[in-house]
T-cell receptor
């Protein structure tokens, strides 16, 4: 079974631009979560989608948004990029959204650099 | 609120020696606890989890973890370390009282270095 895939793997953007990152979960997984990883703040939860609905949201500004499609694929968007948005963005999928015992499987991440 | 602490930024151990990576947690309800490992330029790989039941859980690559409710700890262990175990290890928790969903709170990570 294929793992979680994320595209693109690397991205360089300029301050003020917007960016869209894509995540394809493991087949059969309906929950998709996004995390931001930076050296200073570590791993921080952005949001989670299940059945095309946002179920949880972390403490990030409204510039960060996401969505999930009917095939469980997910995208996240960051508008008006700031230098501090430079990070590794990780997507994780899980078998079911209502069962907290299910572990999450992570993709390789998208490395975003804002200049 | 749920939180996790990993008190050691780095742990050094000789190959063949046992290793322990420490983790303590704080939750309001019951904890669901996870360990992940991250190699350079890679995503996180799931190692093991504690949901309920036996306090000693076994996971991938010979790792195990011991859940201690009174000490609110979930330390990762391996009887005999390998150089290839050198990586960044994350402990994560989810509180049973946070409702549905998969929001995990991660510790700051512990860099494990195994030397010959």
């Amino acid at each position: 079974k294929a793992g979680v895939t994320q595209t693109p793997r690397y991205l360089i953007k300029t301050r003020g631009q917007q960016v869209t990152l894509s995540c394809s979960p493991i087949s059969g997984h309906r929950s998709v979560s996004w995390y931001q990883q930076t050296p200073g703040q570590g791993l921080q939860f952005l949001f989670e989608y299940f059945s095309e609905t946002q179920r949880n949201k972390g403490n990030f500004p409204g510039r960060f948004s996401g969505r999930q499609f009917s095939n469980s694929r997910s995208e996240m968007n960051v508008s008006t990029l700031e230098l501090g948005d430079s990070a590794l963005y990780l997507c994780a999928s899980s078998l079911a959204g209502g069962a907290p015992s299910y572990e999450q499987y992570f993709g390789p991440g998208t490395r975003l650099t804002v200049t | 609120a749920q939180s996790v602490a990993q008190p050691e930024d780095q742990v050094n151990v000789a190959e063949g020696n046992p290793l322990t990576v420490k983790c303590t947690y704080s939750v309001s309800g019951n904890p669901y606890l996870f360990w992940y490992v991250q190699y350079p330029n890679r995503g996180l790989q799931f190692l093991l989890k504690y949901i309920t039941g036996d306090n000693l859980v076994k996971g991938s690559y010979g790792f195990e973890a011991e859940f201690n409710k009174s000490q609110t700890s979930f330390h990762l262990k391996k009887p005999s370390a390998l150089v290839s175990d050198s990586a960044l290890y994350f402990c994560a928790v989810r509180d049973s009282l946070t409702g549905g969903g998969n929001k995990l709170t991660f510790g700051t990570g512990t860099q494990l270095k195994v030397e010959l």
